[in-house]
Protein backbone atom coordinates (compact mmCIF):
# COMPACT_ATOMS: atom_id res chain seq x y z
CA UNK A 1 0.00 0.00 0.00
CA UNK A 2 0.90 3.83 -0.95
CA UNK A 3 1.43 6.25 1.91
CA UNK A 4 2.76 9.13 -0.19
CA UNK A 5 6.66 9.90 0.31
CA UNK A 6 6.06 10.82 3.89
CA UNK A 7 4.76 7.57 5.18
CA UNK A 8 6.85 5.71 3.24
CA UNK A 9 10.20 8.22 4.75
CA UNK A 10 8.71 7.53 8.04
CA UNK A 11 8.88 4.08 7.47
CA UNK A 12 11.74 3.24 6.13
CA UNK A 13 13.68 5.32 9.20
CA UNK A 14 11.37 3.37 11.68
CA UNK A 15 12.80 0.19 9.98
CA UNK A 16 16.36 1.35 10.54
CA UNK A 17 16.27 1.92 14.07
CA UNK A 18 15.18 5.76 14.59
CA UNK A 19 12.67 6.89 17.39
CA UNK A 20 9.18 8.32 16.53
CA UNK A 21 10.78 11.74 16.97
CA UNK A 22 13.81 11.37 14.37
CA UNK A 23 11.49 9.85 11.54
CA UNK A 24 9.07 12.75 12.28
CA UNK A 25 11.50 15.35 12.07
CA UNK A 26 13.18 13.65 8.93
CA UNK A 27 9.59 14.08 7.26
CA UNK A 28 9.48 17.59 8.50
CA UNK A 29 6.62 16.71 10.72
CA UNK A 30 5.75 16.99 14.31
CA UNK A 31 5.78 13.82 16.57
CA UNK A 32 2.06 14.66 17.32
CA UNK A 33 1.45 14.51 13.43
CA UNK A 34 2.47 11.33 13.14
CA UNK A 35 0.41 9.67 15.74
CA UNK A 36 -2.47 11.66 14.50
CA UNK A 37 -1.71 10.09 11.45
CA UNK A 38 -1.60 7.09 12.55
CA UNK A 39 -4.54 7.10 14.72
CA UNK A 40 -6.57 8.12 11.22
CA UNK A 41 -5.60 4.92 9.18
CA UNK A 42 -5.14 1.82 10.89
CA UNK A 43 -3.28 -0.01 7.66
CA UNK A 44 -0.53 3.55 8.74
CA UNK A 45 -0.09 1.96 12.11
CA UNK A 46 -0.06 -1.72 11.31
CA UNK A 47 3.11 -0.63 9.04
CA UNK A 48 4.62 1.00 11.64
CA UNK A 49 4.40 -1.03 14.35
CA UNK A 50 5.97 -3.53 11.73
CA UNK A 51 8.74 -1.11 10.90
CA UNK A 52 9.38 -0.70 14.83
CA UNK A 53 10.04 -4.18 15.26
CA UNK A 54 12.33 -4.77 12.11
CA UNK A 55 14.43 -2.15 14.20
CA UNK A 56 14.19 -3.37 17.40
CA UNK A 57 17.62 -3.97 17.67
CA UNK A 58 19.06 -1.55 16.08
CA UNK A 59 17.17 1.24 18.36
CA UNK A 60 18.15 -0.42 21.32
CA UNK A 61 21.85 0.00 20.18
CA UNK A 62 21.07 3.56 19.40
CA UNK A 63 19.67 4.38 22.80
CA UNK A 64 22.10 2.80 25.12
CA UNK A 65 25.17 5.05 22.77
CA UNK A 66 23.17 7.91 24.32
CA UNK A 67 22.62 6.97 27.86
CA UNK A 68 24.66 8.91 30.07
CA UNK A 69 25.55 5.69 32.40
CA UNK A 70 26.97 4.01 29.06
CA UNK A 71 30.12 1.69 30.85
CA UNK A 72 29.76 3.77 34.12
CA UNK A 73 28.44 2.79 37.16
CA UNK A 74 25.27 5.08 38.03
CA UNK A 75 25.89 7.61 40.78
CA UNK A 76 24.32 6.61 44.23
CA UNK A 77 23.33 9.79 44.80
CA UNK A 78 24.33 9.47 48.62
CA UNK A 79 27.34 11.99 47.92
CA UNK A 80 29.74 9.67 49.75
CA UNK A 81 30.87 7.32 46.98
CA UNK A 82 28.05 4.89 48.30
CA UNK A 83 29.37 3.94 51.16
CA UNK A 84 27.93 4.30 54.44
CA UNK A 85 28.44 6.91 56.30
CA UNK A 86 27.72 5.00 59.84
CA UNK A 87 28.34 2.20 61.54
CA UNK A 88 24.63 1.17 63.27
CA UNK A 89 25.22 -0.33 66.59
CA UNK A 90 29.09 0.53 66.94
CA UNK A 91 30.76 3.84 68.49
Same mark, same amino acid.
Given at each position: MTYGWRGNLILSKLAQGHTYGEAAKAAGITRQALWKRMNASLDFALAV????? @? /???? *? @?? *???? *????? /?LRPPSGKGHGGKPRFAYGRR
Amino acid at each position: MTYGWRGNLILSKLAQGHTYGEAAKAAGITRQALWKRMNASLDFALAVVAARE @T /GKDE *R @TF *RLWL *RHPFR /GLRPPSGKGHGGKPRFAYGRR
